[in-house]
């Protein structure tokens, strides 16, 4: 073990690039995304520190241009899911008994990695395979995944030095163990630096890995890799496997040996895992623990004083930034009929100039959807939308996907409060907004509680401090992230620390030590100096 008390460094929020015109970390990006674009990579599973080849392979294509490939990754039979777990626990002790500034600075080094030679890569990877603009791909895949590694480093050592209080006869401390037996992450397409930190923080505290991101991040997932293999992640720690998701969580859970999960993705497949662990329960060595943030129908709810250009900004950005694929996303907006006419004139505004495509082109604020199932129900409910005599498209609904999965960012105006897309998480670039009368307010804050099974974010504008705090006291279960005259979505690690509850998951916070907490089992170590010699007490007389 190591010999000191050693201070880590302080955490700080990576700077956000602009990638302004003539920037040489633009030049950089594109540089990157054209080579990467025009060439073809080959993505293995990565198991027990090596490159493992199946044979089978799936295309990886842009969302924006899917006739394109960029190139292939290979999918995990059973016996490579069966190795991984294999592995990962032959790994266990010696991760486990490295010393905790030892894996700290591992992370420390892939954030700088990140933060320097991978930072053109893991956006150009981010921007081709999942579709997103420079500005979002860099508060993502770079600058939110270094603040997760950082920020965990110190959250690690904050907890470590969490101790209970001693007396002068005993000493009483607590070490912070991780969890027996190894542990699943599974990760979402939408955000590289959650796809990252999953896997991460929970290796950051001494446990062992299988990793299976979604099909349609391999590529960022590659170079997330790239970088971890670089710092200095022993082999077996971190195992990485594609394909049938049904085939590698039966095998996963399967195992006497799992002990934990750490998933973000649907809502419906987190709750059929959360089942599928307990008919297993009798079938594990210890109770696994299970982290999950799932969905959300996040809202905008704008008071009559609110400032209507602000309005308009909030559901500009908060609905369709990444083509309104963030868990954040704003989908359901109330707006005062005082003010609707002034928002919805800017909001439309603000869509005209809206340019839309390839994110190659930095001038685009929209490109595509992440794959063709997305396209085709964003399509369904936006047909809908102009069939049904309760709701209006008042900007957008059209769509094409002959060359990339194109969804015009498209505003319904609705009459009914649980209209369909006002309840139904859509994850794409539709937002639904209801006008209610300005003496209302409280009445439409409950229909905001009331109308979703979701509770992940939501955002309240308004000038007038009594709305506020009406608002942020009927809202409170509402949203695990609450925003005041903000947009509901750009949680930043260390300052937002992000989740929600109801069937927006387990509100672990990633982001936060909370989090951490989850992937350590505490034992208390009491030390007695003078050991008693005589059972009797002295009540005993």
């Not at 302080?10 to 633009?26: F, L, M, T």
């Not at 069937?503 to 009491?526: C, E, H, M």
Request: include cysteine; glycine fraction near 6%.
């Amino acid at each position: 073990m190591g010999k000191g008390f050693f201070n880590v460094p302080i955490a700080v929020n990576e700077p956000v690039k602009s990638y302004a015109p003539g920037s040489p970390e633009r030049e950089a990006v594109l540089q990157a995304y054209k080579a990467m674009f025009n060439s073809k990579v080959d993505v293995p599973l990565y198991i027990n520190g090596e490159d493992v080849t199946t044979g089978n392979t799936r295309q990886i294509s842009p969302p924006h241009d899917h006739k394109h490939s960029v190139g292939t990754y290979h999918l995990a039979e059973q016996n490579n899911v069966e190795d991984a777990i294999k592995t990962a626990l032959q790994a266990r002790d010696a991760w486990a008994n490295t010393p905790w500034e030892q894996r700290a600075a591992i992370f420390l080094k892939a954030a700088e990695l990140i933060a320097g030679p991978y930072r053109a890569k893991i956006n150009a990877a981010t921007m081709i395979a999942q579709s997103k603009t420079i500005h979002q791909a860099e508060i993502d895949s770079a600058c939110e995944l270094i603040d997760f590694l950082r920020f965990n480093v110190q959250f690690m050592s904050d907890i470590y030095m969490e101790q209970p209080e001693s007396t002068s006869d005993a000493w009483n401390r607590v070490e912070y163990r991780p969890l027996e037996g190894f542990t699943y992450a599974v990760t979402p397409f939408n955000f590289t630096a959650i796809a990252g930190n999953l896997p991460a923080c929970m290796a950051l505290m001494g446990n062992v890995v299988v990793w299976k991101p979604s099909d349609s991040q391999i590529y960022s997932a590659k170079v997330i890799m790239d970088v971890f293999k670089e710092a200095g992640v022993p082999a077996g720690v971190i195992n990485v496997v594609f394909g049938d998701p049904v085939m590698i969580t039966n095998t996963v859970l399967a195992s006497p040996d799992f002990s934990g999960l750490h998933f973000t993705g649907s809502t419906f497949v987190f709750k059929e895992l959360w089942k599928q662990i307990g008919q297993n329960i009798h079938n594990y060595k210890t109770y696994p623990r299970i982290v999950g943030e799932t969905g959300g129908k996040d809202f905008i709810v704008a008071h009559k004083t609110a400032n209507p250009k602000q309005v308009a900004t909030a559901i500009a950005r908060g609905a369709f930034e990444f083509q309104g694929q963030k868990c954040s996303a704003a989908s359901r907006v109330y707006v005062a009929k005082g003010i609707w006419e002034a928002v919805k004139n800017h909001l439309l505004t603000d869509l005209k100039s809206f340019k839309m495509g390839s994110p190659e082109d930095m001038s685009n604020f929209i490109t595509a959807v992440i794959h063709e199932g997305s396209f085709d129900k964003l399509a369904k409910y936006i047909d809908q939308a102009k069939a049904d005599d309760d709701a209006e498209i008042i900007a957008g609904g059209n769509y094409d996907k002959s060359k990339g999965y194109f969804i015009e960012p498209t505003v319904i105006v609705t009459k009914d409060p649980k209209y369909t897309t006002m309840c139904t998480e859509l994850f794409g670039p539709v937002v639904t907004i209801y006008v209610y009368e300005d003496d209302a307010y409280t009445e439409t804050l409950k229909l905001v509680d009331s109308t979703s099974e979701y509770a992940l974010t939501g955002a309240i504008l308004a000038a007038d401090r009594y709305a506020i705090v009406e608002a942020t006291k009927l809202l409170q279960n509402s949203a695990g992230n609450f925003y005041i005259n903000d947009k509901p979505t750009g949680a930043v690690v260390g300052q937002q620390p992000f989740g929600g509850a109801r069937a927006s998951g387990t509100n672990d916070k990633a982001g936060s030590a909370q989090n951490l907490l989850r992937w350590v089992s505490p034992r208390l170590i009491k030390e007695t100096f003078v050991t008693p010699t005589d059972y009797r007490y002295p009540f005993l007389g």
